[in-house]
């Protein structure tokens, strides 16, 4: 069996399904239930960074951007990818460009990746654009996964302590206080607000839920306003420890995105453009876009940033000053967004060394309390019978 009869076989994995052409309407009930949960699925960096490094190894090799294409869908795992390669594929089989076809999709494909591939097309050097979006996917790829590795100790802790919080107030503290109850027992003030509390909670936990919903949504609300998410970005970057690690993250992010795109032969002031649109934090995309109008009137990128060590030190401007008197500002942004990779990662590991005794505290406090209002009563009584 030869390579194309492989990959034949392996695409009748998925229902061929072009975006704009394959009718949704008239699919039946079930069909459509499928559709809607393959439109769920997410495209991850690990799975764009093995994409754009095979696109760049097929391209390098001589095969063609079409039939790159076809084999690169034919190839993929999550549906819905492959779904939007067929779609792309059969855009450009049409005659569209691979940047435009790609850009149907940007949920998935970002500024950033459409900009590099345009570029690679225009000057032909397609190879080495997707060998840098490779790259940088590669990178972004494990931030992400230190990033939620160093989340998933803390969320487990937290939702255990709520589970347990919900089973003492619901059926343990119950029970206690009818036992106190019938055998006569003194109840002292810590185990009173042990019961109090349950109860409270027990007769308005609808009241305290939509409480909770109405300032859940407030805070959404205020946060979704542009002076709300700046302040709120603020706090942040005030925090001490995780705000570093915000700082770092974005600080990598607008190097290495900066740095890609320059590398990629695309101009500055369009490199600072698209690069506001990758960074997610208000405060440095106010302050990139405020940097893209500064530069247009001939002021220095490291003389901007300087206005502001709290988002960008001065090792960062320092050498963007170097890159920018040396005619290398891509090169060293990469090796700034390297360094601060680094960084980031050795503080997202060491999050679970400062949140770990801090949990553990907490959680002896309670049992602590806890263990004393139930004991006091019996305590009590048993001094009472022995006197």
Known sequence: MDLSE??????????????????????????KLRHWWIERHKIGNKEKALFYQLFS?????????????????????????????????????????????????????????????ETGEAVGAMDRSLKRLAEQAERQAKVRQDLEAALVYPAIIGIVLVIAAIIMITF???????????????INGLTSLFINSSEFFSTYWIVLAAFVGIAWTIFKIYVGSHD??????????????????VRNFNIAEFTSTLGVLIESGIPIQTALKITSRAITNSLYQ?????????????????????????????????????????????????KISKQYEEELRYKLKNINTIIGPV?????AVFVVLFALAIL???????????A
Do not use: C, H
């Open 172 to 186: 343990v503290i119950p029970e206690l206080r009818t036992l106190y109850n019938e055998n006569g027992l003194e």
């Open 286 to 334: 106010f302050k990139i876009l405020e940097l893209v109008g500064r530069v247009q009137s001939g002021s220095k990128i490291s003389e901007v940033l300087r206005e502001v060590p709290w988002l960008f030190p001065d090792n960062v401007t320092q050498m963007i000053e170097i890159g920018e008197k040396s005619a290398s500002l891509g090169d060293l942004s990469l």
């Open 228 to 245: 709300g998410r700046l302040k709120f970005d603020a706090f942040i970057l005030g925090l001490p420890y995780f705000g570093d690690v």
């Open 376 to 386: 006091l009563p019996i305590f009590n009584l048993t001094q009472s019978v022995g």
């Open 57 to 117: 190894v097929l391209i390098n090799a001589g095969v063609t951007t079409l039939q790159s294409l076809r084999i690169l869908k034919d190839r993929a795992v999550n549906e819905r990818f492959y779904r939007i390669l067929s779609t792309v594929y059969y855009a450009v089989e049409r005659g569209e460009s691979l940047s435009k076809s790609m850009g149907e999709f940007s949920d998935v494909f970002t500024k950033t990746e459409l900009g590099i591939i």
């Open 359 to 363: 949990v553990i505290i907490i959680v």
């Open 6 to 31: 492989k990959l034949s076989r392996r695409s009748k994995r998925f229902e061929e399904f072009i975006y704009g052409v394959t009718p949704v309407d008239d699919l039946s009930g079930m069909d």
